[in-house]
């Protein structure tokens, strides 16, 4: 199986972990120019953007660890431009939200970072 199938087979599995904690899922491997989101979802009031992460054994770290800077920066820049396009009130609450998969444990950390900018959008 191909990475991106596999991706998409554990990104299935998390939409369906997090439809049982009670998020709406609104978008799936949502994509703009300024990045990917795995999952986009509602949570009670809030607008979250989840990376899912996968990991076979914890050889290569927890999956949990392995949404670095840069990462959470590409997320943040495709959410500003995503709640743009989708025009989302600016007053509506958002956080980024992770789902970690450690071959068979799911973990969701919600709020696991903040929105980070880093260099300029344009």
Do not use: H, V, W
């Given at each position: 199986m191909n990475k991106r199938k596999v991706g998409s087979h554990?990104?299935?599995?998390?939409?369906?972990?997090?439809?049982?904690?009670?998020?709406?899922?609104?978008?799936?491997?949502?994509?703009?120019?300024?990045?990917?989101?795995?999952?986009?979802?509602?949570?009670?009031?809030?607008?979250?953007f989840v990376e899912v992460k996968y990991r076979r054994d914890k050889r290569r770290g927890a999956a949990l660890e392995a949404v670095n800077?840069?990462?959470?920066?590409?997320?943040?820049?495709?959410?500003?431009?995503?709640?743009?396009?989708?025009?989302?009130?600016?007053?509506?609450?958002?956080r980024f939200d992770v789902v970690g998969m450690d071959g068979g444990e799911i973990a969701l950390v919600k709020n696991a970072f903040d929105f980070c900018y880093g260099k300029p959008l344009w």
């Open positions: 554990y990104e299935e599995q998390a939409a369906k972990f997090l439809e049982n904690q009670g998020y709406e899922i609104l978008e799936k491997n949502y994509r703009n120019s300024m990045g990917e989101i795995d999952l986009i979802g509602r949570d009670g009031d809030y607008l979250a800077s840069q990462k959470q920066r590409r997320i943040s820049r495709a959410a500003l431009l995503y709640r743009a396009q989708k025009q989302i009130p600016e007053e509506t609450p958002c």
